[in-house]
């Protein structure tokens, strides 16, 4: 396991118990380099969705966990935020919660001439990814020729 894969499970790991004691879900941890900084996120919801001030108490008992077991290699900034409307499916909830509505995905490349295709989430195994299109056919796609998948926003 890498360092950034240890650091995102351990974090999330630690977060869990503050995210249940607010009745919070835990969406995704990650951490990445941008610019010259390193972020540790953690992006989390609950229903009827995330204020600022849920983001803030989640810091505020998590910063101190963070403070004393010091177990990332340098410095970096931790931020607590909503997923917001486009996040990624990555997890099995959120595939059941999209279940029956509609997603985009876009793929690595060309699947009879478009990477980009929109549906009804019909199912999904841990391999692949079955819509329903718009013209009423399904598509089963590979997980790893998915770059992105999330529900469709209409504007």
């Not at 990555?90 to 509505?101: A, I, Q, T, V």
């Not at 990814?129 to 056919?137: C, K, Y």
Request: charged residues 35%.
């Amino acid at each position: 396991m890498s360092k950034k894969e240890t650091y995102e499970k351990q974090t999330e790991q630690l977060l869990l118990p503050i995210l249940e004691k607010l009745q919070f879900e835990c969406i995704d941890v990650e951490y990445v380099k941008e610019g010259n900084t390193w972020f540790l996120r953690a992006y989390i919801d609950k229903e009827g969705g995330i204020t600022v001030n849920d983001c803030e108490a989640v810091a505020r008992e998590m910063n101190p966990i963070l403070d004393e077991l010091d177990y990332i290699e340098g410095s970096y900034t931790f931020e607590v935020s909503s997923p917001g409307l486009g996040r990624p499916l990555k997890k099995e909830k959120d595939y059941l919660r999209n279940m029956g509505k509609d997603v985009e995905i876009r793929t690595y490349r060309p699947i009879a001439h478009k990477k980009e295709f929109y549906g009804q989430l019909q199912s999904y195994t841990d391999q692949t990814v079955t819509i329903l299109t718009e013209e009423d056919s399904e598509m089963t796609f590979e997980k790893s020729d998915i770059a992105l998948i999330r529900q469709a926003l209409d504007f």
